[in-house]
Nanobody, 125 residues
Framework: QLKLVESGGGSVQPGGSLRLSCTAS????????IGWFRQAPGKEREGVSC????????YHAESVRGRFTVSRDSYKNTVYLQMNTLKAEDTAIYYC??????????????????WGQGTQVTVSS
């Protein structure tokens, strides 16, 4: 059974940092491109970052570019989303998702096949 589990969410003050983890069980993440998405209350799900399956290069939405990075640890079968200089508007439930096909980079949720359950990130003073 393919399963993704996010962890690392929590509460942080503006300007702080968090690192989210996306760990897979039942399959190797190396064969998949991974995307990170978020959904704030009353808003649509938004793609924020993704990492390719070919060379681990990454792409970020303009709203997080320069503040978020994404990386892969094949040994731990985990992809990370490092979030720095967090803002109140980053508050949301964050999800990771996996896909094996499609373009090198995409932040369209419909391109992804497997999803985690989400982890809450709250940025507040």
């Amino acid at each position: 059974q393919l399963k993704l589990v996010e962890s690392g969410g929590g509460s942080v003050q503006p300007g702080g940092s968090l690192r989210l983890s996306c760990t897979a069980s039942g399959f190797s993440l190396d064969a998949y491109a991974i995307g990170w998405f978020r959904q704030a209350p009353g808003k649509e799900r938004e793609g924020v970052s993704c990492i390719s399956r070919s060379d681990d290069s990454s792409y970020h939405a303009e709203s997080v570019r320069g503040r978020f990075t994404v990386s892969r640890d094949s040994y731990k079968n985990t992809v990370y989303l490092q979030m720095n200089t967090l803002k109140a508007e980053d508050t949301a439930i964050y999800y990771c998702a996996a896909r094996m096909t499609g373009p090198r980079f995409t932040l369209h949720s419909y391109e992804y096949d497997y999803w985690g359950q989400g982890t809450q990130v709250t940025v507040s003073s």
